[in-house]
């Protein structure tokens, strides 16, 4: 069974930093795009960031400078490091791995189970 486990989040002052962290387990080949999404209360789901496989990140405007988005492709593992936190950052944050080769022919998506981020005093 392959999934995503995510780690981290929580709450923190505004202006502080908090780390997450998703690693997919299971019979994977390859991942093509890793990456994070948030929802926050009342809001649709929206990217944070994703990174390919091969290094290209793509950052929402909200987060740029303030985010950084990396990956371990050998160990199927993403990280989302965020720096000078907001409360406009709260919210559910999800893990997401687009293009998930599962042997022999399953090309998949996953999703984490969300974890919460908190910014406040």
């Known amino acids: 069974q392959v999934q995503l486990v995510e780690s981290g989040g929580g709450l923190v002052q505004p202006g502080g930093s908090l780390s997450l962290s998703c690693a997919a387990s299971?019979?994977?080949?390859?991942?093509?795009?890793m990456g994070w999404y948030r929802q926050a209360p009342g809001k649709q789901r929206g990217l944070v960031a994703t990174m390919t496989g091969g290094g290209i990140t793509k950052y929402a405007d909200s987060v740029k400078g303030r985010f950084t988005i990396s990956r371990d492709n050998a160990k199927n593992t993403v990280d989302l490091q965020m720096n000078s936190l907001k409360p406009e950052d709260t919210a559910v944050y999800y893990c997401?791995?687009?293009?998930?080769?599962?042997?022999?022919?399953?090309?998949?998506?996953?999703w984490g189970q969300g974890t919460l981020v908190t910014i406040s005093l």
């Open positions: 299971g019979s994977i080949a390859n991942i093509h795009v």
């Open positions: 997401n791995a687009a293009g998930v080769m599962v042997p022999p022919t399953q090309v998949l998506e996953l």
